[in-house]
């Protein structure tokens, strides 16, 4: 069964950095798209930074030039550079694989709290 397991958040101070990781268990892995998404307390969950299987990718315009995306489709893992960090980037962050074809769903991670402090 698909697994992702989320490593890597804690607590920061503004300014400071961590990078988060994503290993994912019983899926092909090198097909998939994979995000990073945050939720923060009374807000809706929104994309941070997205990857293709080829590598490509996207970002939130808050985590343009501070965030970066990156897998290693050997090593089933997906990871989030984060530089800079802002208390506005104080969530739950999760990791989703995307699926390629409509008879399997998506898949979360459990999620990881990034606290930042001022």
């Known amino acids: 069964q698909v697994q992702l397991v989320e490593s890597g958040g804690g607590l920061v101070q503004a300014g400071g950095s961590l990078r988060l990781s994503c290993v994912v268990s019983g899926s092909i892995f090198s097909i998939n798209p994979m995000g990073w998404y945050r939720q923060a307390p009374g807000k809706q969950r929104e994309l941070v930074a997205a990857?293709?299987?080829?590598?490509?990718?996207n970002y939130a315009d808050s985590v343009k030039g501070r965030f970066t995306i990156s897998r290693d489709n050997a090593k089933n893992t997906v990871w989030l550079q984060m530089n800079s960090l802002k208390p506005e980037d104080t969530a739950v962050y999760y990791c989703?694989?995307?699926?390629?074809?409509?008879?399997?769903?998506?898949?979360w991670g459990q999620g990881t709290q990034v606290t930042v402090s001022s």
């Open positions: 990857i293709t299987s080829g590598g490509s990718t």
């Open positions: 989703r694989l995307t699926s390629v074809v409509f008879t399997t769903p998506d898949y």
